[in-house]
């Protein structure tokens, strides 16, 4: 409504015409819900890589969000005492939706500059996302900052990753959080203080402080939302896919734009997917292991290649270690005549044989198995004709909800399947990771763009 009003040009009118054009064009506002919401991105200060972060939050934040429009200030470069001249007054608050804070303005002592961009904020009600040395600016002689961030925080720990747990799985900003991350490189920060009424929504054991520490909260400043994560120092780690789309949650929810159920309003989820997580890089098969055969997988221009004896190619990597509860996974899938394949669920790894543990969506288009892509292998089988041709990509999705188990090839439906509550045996949901099958030295399988989307246990 702040925006309606100055655009309009009624501040200072009598409240009774106030009140007349508020009514008149209330309705109008509500309806536009598909504007962009317009993001200031403060950073700089040196200590990070801040070029490289910029481009990493404007294309991964835009490929979740879509409908999102970035201003950058950058001015300071690497100064950390630096002010920058867009805070000369509070009129620049009314310009944006939300301000997203990646920067490291630590040594800047003029309060009076701290103070105007609070007052900005509370003034316009301008919501705020706080990532990383966010935390630790304007360390000035005033706690205002502190105050407005929601938490007191001086330092860090030593440069090594570690484990973020999620200890409010059902806020919406944690819907599409894994239960465990384990980050693949950190600099944790020590919260000394976490102001009253902050919300804690993860937090992460310090090795060198011997304690846990608040990584992510949220909270409200004089009726100011504001989102805050410590996580970033690193390339690696800002870049991460789990940190991603933990930002862009923050930031929709900062900016009134996250439903209850963690998804974004309409108009505010970009082609990727929000909420997917990469399981693999795209170069190399780090954070997979092969059992027997490993010479049955390798990877190929942006493919992994499946050719060879009998293999399988277990998920270890960070995104909760693989282990899956309930989840949406998807893949692009490419299969030659003849070929037999599966991606095993609720697996675990072993050295040698056919898993044992876990269900398999089966992979098969021409092969004499009449079992055929779309079957929950043995369980619930698509008989004789396959959903998909071979020497063509294919999208496969496998869900997971509670014992409710859905396949789909290229958007159809091929499989549904409820668990009985009296199945047992190691070939039942559970628990555990992803697999990819190598089943004999004249299959030849091609696979690409692994994601999943965990949901809480």
């Not at 970033?232 to 923050?250: E, F, I, K, P, Y």
């Not at 963690?262 to 997917?276: I, K, L, M, S, V």
């Not at 954070?287 to 060879?308: H, Q």
């Not at 004709?385 to 509670?402: M, S, T």
Request: one cysteine or more; aromatic letters at 12%.
């Amino acid at each position: 409504m702040k925006r309606c009003i100055n655009r309009l040009g009624v501040v200072g009118l009598p409240l009774s015409i106030l009140f007349y054009v508020l009514a008149i064009t209330a309705p109008i506002n509500a309806m536009q819900t598909d504007d962009p919401l317009e993001v200031l991105m403060i950073t700089g200060g040196g200590w990070h890589d801040y070029e490289a972060q910029i481009e990493i939050l404007e294309e991964g934040l835009t490929e979740r969000i879509g409908n999102i429009v970035f201003t950058v200030d950058n001015e300071v470069g690497e100064a950390h005492d630096q002010t920058i001249s867009r805070h000369d007054n509070t009129d620049w608050a009314t310009q944006f939706d939300v301000v997203l804070y990646n920067h490291c303005h630590t040594e800047i002592e003029d309060v009076s500059y701290i103070e105007q961009i609070v007052n900005a904020h509370v003034e316009h009600q301008l919501p705020a996302v706080m990532l990383h040395c966010a935390m630790h600016s304007y360390r000035a002689d005033t706690d205002l900052w502190f105050d407005f961030v929601g938490a007191r925080s001086h330092r860090h720990e030593g440069h090594q990753p570690f484990t973020v747990e999620s200890i409010l799985t059902d806020h919406p900003i944690m819907a599409n959080f894994p239960r465990t991350w384990r980050t693949p490189h950190g600099e944790l920060y020590e919260i000394v203080e976490l102001k009253q009424g902050a919300k804690p929504l993860a937090r992460a054991y310090g090795i060198d402080t011997d304690m846990y520490h608040d990584v992510v909260w949220t909270y409200e400043y004089e009726g100011v939302p504001i989102f805050s994560s410590t996580l970033g120092h690193h390339n690696v780690t800002m870049g991460h896919d789990v940190n991603l789309n933990l930002v862009a949650s923050g930031l929709l929810w900062a900016a009134g734009k996250l439903n209850d159920d963690g998804t974004p309003q309409e108009a505010y989820e970009g082609d990727r997917g929000f909420g997917w997580i990469s399981l693999w890089d795209g170069e190399t098969l780090d954070g997979w292991r092969a059992s027997e055969n490993t010479e049955s997988f390798w990877v190929e221009d942006e493919r992994i290649v499946v050719d060879g004896p009998r293999s399988h190619l277990f998920y270890e990597g960070p995104v909760t270690g693989g282990d899956f509860v309930n989840f949406e996974f998807k893949t692009d899938v490419y299969t030659y005549p003849e070929a037999n394949s599966g991606v095993f669920f609720h697996t675990r790894f072993q050295d040698y044989g056919w898993p044992q543990y876990g269900y398999e969506a089966q992979v098969n288009a021409t092969h004499s198995d009449p079992r055929k892509t779309g079957s929950l292998y043995a369980v619930s089988d698509v008989m004789d004709d396959a959903p998909h041709e071979d020497h063509e990509w294919f999208h496969y999705y496998i869900e997971v909800d509670g014992r409710d188990i859905v396949f789909k090839v290229d958007d159809e439906m091929v499989m549904s399947f409820a668990e009985p509550k009296t199945r047992e045996g190691t070939i039942s949901l559970d628990r555990g990771t992803i697999s990819l099958q190598a089943h004999d030295p004249n299959s030849r399988i091609y696979f690409r763009d692994l994601y999943i989307r965990v949901w809480p246990d």
